[in-house]
């Protein structure tokens, strides 16, 4: 079985919850021909529109674009680089709190290496 498309993600999501494009373009504040275009494409959008339809569905934009197997930093490409720090600290909250200390202790010590 295939994975969908970020565009039938979005397309299947409105529909489940019994939106028009309209309802979902006015939600995130977007054209309802953008949301159309979308729902036929293959491929991504601008990384601030998955954030725009991810917020409109009250999501993150990692929820929306789990079904597709792309990760945010795939999707944010160029236009994100901040959004590794949102990757990071997603990924620090499904580590233990040992996992967690330890992760810190290696970030201090790396920082303190630059520093010297």
């Known amino acids: 079985m295939t994975k969908p498309t970020f565009g039938e993600t979005v397309k299947e999501e409105r529909v489940r919850r019994g939106w028009s494009q309209q309802v979902l373009a006015n939600r995130a504040e ?61 990924l620090f909250d499904l580590l233990s709190e040992d996992d967690r200390d330890r992760l810190v202790a290696i970030a201090r010590a790396l920082w303190q290496r630059t520093r010297s």
């Open 30 to 90: 977007m054209n309802r021909s953008h949301i159309g275009g979308i729902e036929t494409k293959e491929g991504l959008p601008r990384y601030s529109t998955i954030v725009s339809i991810a917020k409109a569905f009250g999501m993150t934009p990692r929820e929306l674009l789990a079904p597709s197997g792309t990760t945010i930093l795939q999707a944010a490409g160029p236009e994100g680089p901040d959004v590794e720090s949102d990757e990071l600290l997603a």
